[in-house]
């Protein structure tokens, strides 16, 4: 479809660009920084060049090959890359990244179950990725819209199919440009009349019995000791909620600046990834979307000191995605503010 948006934008692009997951010595920290930047240059002959001298010594190095992969993918070779990415994850299982790569790569074949598998497999390995969780929600839409159509074929006249699958493919497309034509949407069915609720006919009266001699009127029960009342949130715990909620509410207005800002210089992005690469990343999420809506709910707050943890439950819609998660976000006080410094889903 032409005017469909590829799924994951920039995604492996920017997972290049973080790749350098934990260098241990200044002089691998140089290579991959020169690696990876003759891969933002678009030199990717060059890159590959120098990748393959690397490894050449040391073949095992897990980023190198990670950059590797990548540089292949850039360069149209997509049975290369998966072949790549494929050995990183029996060589290396534990990391999330190759999973991932694997997942978009399949995504561009249509191969959306090998896709939905790895992503599966980068979350086992890392529940807090959060670039995998996003995928995976982008997959099982397309899935969904698969589904659909072929409902569609098998029952061209069932009226409840059309505005599900136009719906589905709106995810897909860029912001701002909908389809050339849109099906019309189906009428309303015509809802039926609601049926009068039934009026309870009392039973018959009974006669009355011969009343018995008065007993003695029972002593009146003590009364229930009343609850304690629940504390009231002191100062700093009304600061931390109104500092969650200002980056519910950024995150919902595309508002980058704001929301973006919510999160401190310390804060550890998901995936090993650089502070520059996850910027970019949500801003590609969050900017490409024509609507977003973001509500928490059950937002509880400890504060010890300088420090906070947020819980809640995150009910999270855009376009035709909703997702519901449990999410914790841990805060410190920088000056007058409560800044983001880690965030995890799940528990």
Request: no cysteine.
């Amino acid at each position: 479809m032409s005017n469909a948006r590829p799924l994951f934008p920039k995604t492996l692009r920017l997972l290049a660009l973080a790749a350098a997951l934990a260098a241990s010595a200044a002089v691998q920290a140089d290579d991959y920084g020169d690696v990876n930047q003759l891969v933002r240059s678009g030199k990717l002959a060059e890159a590959m060049t120098k990748a393959e001298q690397y490894l050449a010594a040391k073949p095992r190095d897990p980023q190198m090959r990670f950059l590797k992969g990548v540089i292949q993918t850039e360069s149209g070779k997509p049975a290369d890359a998966i072949g790549t990415f494929t050995k990183l994850t029996e060589d290396y299982p534990e990391l999330p990244e190759p999973y991932n790569n694997l997942a978009v790569l399949y995504a561009s074949q249509s191969q959306y179950d090998k896709a939905r598998a790895a992503l599966e497999m980068a979350i086992r390995t890392n529940p807090s990725y959060a670039t995998a969780h996003e995928n995976l929600g982008d997959v099982y839409a397309k899935l969904a819209s698969q589904a659909y159509s072929k409902a569609l074929q098998l029952d061209s006249g069932n009226t409840g199919v059309q505005p599900k699958l136009a719906l589905i493919r709106d995810l897909f497309a860029p912001a701002g440009k909908g389809a050339s034509a849109k099906p019309a949407a189906a009428p309303a069915p015509t809802p039926a009349p609601t049926p009068a609720p039934a009026v309870a006919t009392p039973a018959p009266a009974k006669a009355p019995a011969a009343a018995p001699a008065a007993a003695p009127a029972p002593a009146p029960a003590p009364a229930p000791a009343a609850a304690p009342a629940a504390a009231p949130a002191s100062g700093a715990e009304k600061d931390v909620e109104a500092a969650v909620q200002a980056w519910a509410t950024a995150w919902s207005a595309k508002d980058m600046a704001a929301y973006l800002g919510a999160y401190g210089k310390e804060f550890d992005p998901p995936g090993k990834q650089t502070r520059k690469a996850w910027e970019d990343e949500r801003r590609a999420r969050i900017v490409g979307k024509s609507r977003i809506s973001v509500k928490l709910n059950n937002l509880s707050v400890a504060v010890n000191g300088g420090k906070a943890t947020a819980r809640f439950k995150q009910d999270y819609n855009a376009d035709a995605l909703s997702v519901s998660s449990r999410k914790t976000l841990d805060l410190v006080k920088a000056g007058d503010r409560w800044v983001i410094v880690k965030e995890s889903t799940g528990g």
